[in-house]
């Protein structure tokens, strides 16, 4: 796992390195300004070739239009001194770069002020108001330099227009389109939610402003793995194919980050209420318990596990045969269904290495789960409310490691304290937005309600809340799939960038991550480790299978995965 930072965790990083006198903020800047222009030349190598370093005018040998042009955007504060910094990097490049403030300069905090002082003996420096449509088209790459973790209110229109113009450019498949590349965060989005402050101003028809490249320093904010930050955007660029990149460049401070992540005594480095970690389950395993995931030599099946699959009725049964394929893939050493008498004819003719056994109503349920062997259950998808009602109770009041979906949930949607009061630690709710708001319909519309400070109420927020109330681990599903225990614990498994996933946004893809913890819980998992690693797991199942995947092969990919990764 990967830390991630709040915009305050990150202040307060780079506050404790310059007190300590290790680094100045100067140096700081010039090492972000750096890593953005290596990011830029490693995303487009062809921009690397510009014709050697500038030379001192008045002897250009090559003519401005033929170099590669820049338009730099810088703001107020300490994202537009990484700007002049680029600014300058790049014209050393052999750039004619062009730089706008918007802003007062006698304003500018000092690093920035210092970079401005050095840009402007090289370069002009113009107001945001002397930018036109002629001065952007004319560029090959923008970068958005205006405001970063700094970001507290609403764009000021000036900027709104002028990011609509160039998000609406960079998206339109009609025309000459610059590459935008975020210096940090993408301006207007709050870096701990992924959330537009300026919600009207920069929507555009296409979704929000999507750079091509966002680089960010020392470690990735929280909201670039979450939200509208990472929705999707096209591009004609490099980037066209792999969607929006992500980039972190070390500044230096690296170290300090991996102390306070790793010791609690230098967390009160954090701001207090924001002590608590969020991991991010990115591209890399390292920190989930994948080891786990091997089967020792002498085990036999009653040593993985037995995970009971509840079903739905007569032609509903598809979504819980998916879960239990899912629960015996990922390595449940007997995945049972539990089906009513008019479906078994149903579940019989389709099933192979998955068993069955009748269970009607809650007697039968209860009977069924009087066998101990039975050490997880999986109960909602395609399940009916009405059955949902009559058997969710009997399966909480077993105890057993529980994973409830769908039907599981919505079937509460009129009572979810009752849902909450028989919930024990063992369980894991795994909502998509539409049961996440039947559930906990406050918390829904917090999130829906358009921010207007930062930082914003964020889906990490609403998820470690809904974890609390409900007294067990909840998986708020989505391309940003957040998983938050009671005690504050949070990770983010992240389906964006280097590792988008658009086609597990299919029928019953759902019903077999139920069924991936569920056998992860059979398997002895803890409730937040099955969640964490079945989430993962199901990602890189629909990474590794690729486009035309459906939700039946996730389950059959799952042997390569497990392949790569030398189980
Ligand atoms: N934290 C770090 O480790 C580093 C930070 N650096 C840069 O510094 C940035 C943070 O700098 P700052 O804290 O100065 O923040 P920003 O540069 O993001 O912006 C803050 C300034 O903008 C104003 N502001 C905020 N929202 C506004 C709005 N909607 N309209 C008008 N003005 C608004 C604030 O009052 C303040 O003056 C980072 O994003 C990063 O780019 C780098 O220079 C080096 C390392
Ligand atoms: N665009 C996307 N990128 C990555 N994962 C996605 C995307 N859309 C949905 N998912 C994932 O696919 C699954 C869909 O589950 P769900 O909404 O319950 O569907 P169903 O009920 O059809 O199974 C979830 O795990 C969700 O995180
Ligand atoms: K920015």
């Given at each position: 796992?990967?830390?991630?930072?709040?915009?305050?965790?990150?202040?307060?990083?780079?506050?404790?390195?310059i007190?300590?006198?290790?680094?100045?903020?100067?140096?700081?800047?010039?090492?972000a300004?750096r890593?953005?222009?290596?990011?830029?030349?490693?995303?487009?190598?062809?921009?690397?070739?510009?014709?050697g370093?500038?030379?001192?005018?008045?002897?250009y040998?090559?003519?401005?239009?033929?170099a590669?042009?820049?338009i730099?955007?810088?703001?107020?504060g300490?994202?537009g001194?990484d700007?002049?910094?680029?600014?300058?990097l790049?014209?050393?490049?052999?750039?004619?770069?062009?730089?706008?403030l918007?802003?007062?300069?006698?304003?500018?905090?000092?690093?920035?002020?210092?970079?401005?002082?050095?840009?402007?003996?090289?370069?002009?420096?113009?107001?945001?108001?002397?930018?036109?449509?002629?001065?952007l088209n004319?560029?090959?790459?923008?970068?958005?330099?205006?405001f970063?973790?700094?970001?507290?209110?609403?764009?000021?229109?000036?900027?709104?227009?002028?990011?609509?113009?160039?998000?609406v450019?960079?998206?339109s498949?009609?025309?000459?389109?610059?590459p935008?590349?975020?210096?940090?965060v993408?301006?207007g989005?709050?870096?701990?939610?992924g959330?537009?402050?300026?919600?009207?101003?920069?929507?555009?028809?296409?979704?929000?402003?999507?750079?091509?490249?966002?680089?960010?320093f020392?470690a990735a904010?929280?909201?670039?793995?979450?939200d509208?930050?990472?929705?999707?955007?096209?591009?004609?660029?490099?980037?066209d194919?792999?969607?929006p990149?992500?980039?972190?460049?070390p500044?230096?401070?690296?170290h300090?980050?991996?102390?306070?992540?790793?010791?609690?005594?230098i967390?009160?480095?954090f701001?207090?209420?924001?002590?608590?970690?969020?991991?991010?389950?990115?591209?890399?395993s390292?920190?989930?318990?994948l080891?786990?995931?091997?089967?020792?030599?002498?085990?036999?099946?009653?040593?993985?596990?037995h995970?009971?699959?509840l079903?739905?009725?007569?032609?509903?049964?598809?979504?819980?045969?998916?879960?239990?394929?899912?629960?015996?893939?990922?390595?449940?050493?007997?995945?049972?269904?539990?089906?009513?008498?008019?479906?078994?004819?149903e579940?019989?003719?389709?099933?192979?290495?998955?068993?069955m056994?009748?269970v009607?109503g809650?007697?039968?349920?209860?009977?069924?789960?009087t066998?101990?062997r039975?050490?997880?259950v999986?109960?909602?998808?395609?399940?009916?409310?009405?059955?949902?009602?009559?058997?969710?109770p009997?399966?909480?009041?077993n105890?057993r490691?529980t994973?409830?979906?769908?039907?599981?949930?919505?079937?509460?949607?009129?009572a979810?304290?009752?849902?909450?009061?028989?919930?024990?630690?063992?369980c894991i709710?795994t909502?998509?937005?539409?049961?996440?708001?039947?559930l906990?319909?406050?918390?829904?519309?917090?999130?829906?309600?358009?921010?207007?400070?930062?930082?914003?109420?964020s889906k990490?927020?609403?998820?470690?809340?809904?974890a609390?109330?409900?007294?067990?681990?909840v998986?708020?599903?989505?391309?940003d799939t957040?998983?938050?225990?009671?005690?504050?614990?949070?990770?983010?498994?992240?389906a964006?960038?280097e590792?988008?996933?658009?086609?597990?946004?299919t029928?019953?893809?759902?019903d077999v991550?139920?069924?991936f913890?569920?056998g992860?819980?059979?398997?002895?998992?803890?409730?937040?480790?099955?969640?964490?690693?079945?989430?993962?797991?199901?990602v890189?199942?629909?990474?590794?299978?690729?486009?035309?995947?459906?939700?039946?092969d996730l389950?059959?990919?799952?042997?390569?995965?497990?392949?790569?990764?030398g189980?």
């Amino acid at each position: 796992m990967t830390e991630i930072l709040t915009a305050a965790q990150m202040r307060a990083i780079e506050l404790a390195a310059i007190e300590s006198g290790e680094v100045t903020g100067l140096e700081l800047m010039e090492r972000a300004g750096r890593g953005v222009v290596d990011a830029i030349f490693d995303a487009w190598p062809d921009f690397k070739t510009a014709r050697g370093p500038a030379p001192e005018p008045p002897k250009y040998f090559w003519q401005d239009e033929d170099a590669y042009k820049a338009i730099v955007l810088c703001g107020p504060g300490n994202n537009g001194g990484d700007g002049f910094v680029v600014a300058r990097l790049l014209r050393d490049a052999g750039w004619v770069v062009e730089v706008f403030l918007y802003g007062d300069a006698g304003q500018l905090p000092p690093d920035a002020k210092t970079n401005y002082q050095r840009w402007s003996e090289i370069g002009a420096i113009r107001a945001f108001a002397d930018i036109s449509e002629e001065i952007l088209n004319g560029a090959s790459l923008t970068i958005d330099a205006i405001f970063g973790t700094g970001l507290t209110r609403p764009l000021p229109d000036e900027i709104g227009n002028v990011l609509q113009f160039v998000s609406v450019q960079a998206n339109s498949r009609s025309k000459v389109r610059p590459p935008i590349v975020a210096v940090d965060v993408p301006s207007g989005i709050d870096a701990d939610s992924g959330r537009p402050i300026s919600h009207s101003v920069i929507e555009n028809d296409e979704g929000y402003y999507t750079p091509a490249l966002t680089v960010t320093f020392g470690a990735a904010k929280v909201g670039h793995f979450l939200d509208t930050c990472t929705s999707d955007y096209s591009c004609n660029s490099v980037s066209d194919r792999r969607g929006p990149s992500l980039v972190v460049k070390p500044i230096g401070v690296e170290h300090r980050i991996e102390v306070a992540a790793g010791n609690s005594r230098i967390v009160d480095l954090f701001e207090p209420d924001k002590a608590r970690h969020i991991d991010l389950l990115g591209r890399s395993s390292v920190g989930l318990n994948l080891l786990f995931l091997s089967k020792d030599r002498g085990g036999h099946k009653f040593s993985h596990g037995h995970a009971l699959v509840l079903t739905g009725g007569f032609g509903k049964t598809g979504a819980a045969r998916l879960a239990a394929r899912g629960a015996l893939r990922v390595g449940a050493g007997l995945v049972t269904l539990g089906v009513p008498p008019n479906a078994q004819m149903e579940v019989a003719s389709q099933i192979a290495g998955l068993m069955m056994t009748r269970v009607q109503g809650g007697e039968a349920l209860a009977e069924t789960l009087t066998d101990a062997r039975l050490n997880a259950v999986c109960v909602g998808p395609g399940f009916g409310h009405e059955r949902a009602r009559a058997l969710v109770p009997v399966v909480l009041s077993n105890k057993r490691a529980t994973v409830l979906d769908a039907d599981a949930l919505s079937a509460f949607a009129n009572a979810p304290e009752e849902l909450f009061e028989t919930l024990h630690e063992n369980c894991i709710l795994t909502p998509h937005k539409g049961e996440f708001a039947r559930l906990f319909p406050d918390l829904a519309n917090r999130l829906a309600e358009v921010p207007t400070r930062g930082p914003a109420y964020s889906k990490v927020d609403a998820t470690r809340e809904a974890a609390a109330r409900a007294g067990c681990v909840v998986l708020f599903k989505g391309p940003d799939t957040v998983i938050a225990a009671p005690d504050g614990k949070c990770s983010i498994n992240s389906a964006h960038y280097e590792r988008s996933a658009p086609w597990l946004a299919t029928a019953g893809s759902g019903d077999v991550l139920a069924g991936f913890i569920t056998g992860l819980l059979a398997r002895g998992f803890s409730a937040m480790d099955a969640a964490e690693t079945g989430a993962w797991l199901h990602v890189e199942c629909a990474i590794a299978f690729g486009p035309g995947l459906i939700a039946e092969d996730l389950p059959e990919i799952l042997p390569k995965v497990f392949c790569e990764l030398g189980l």
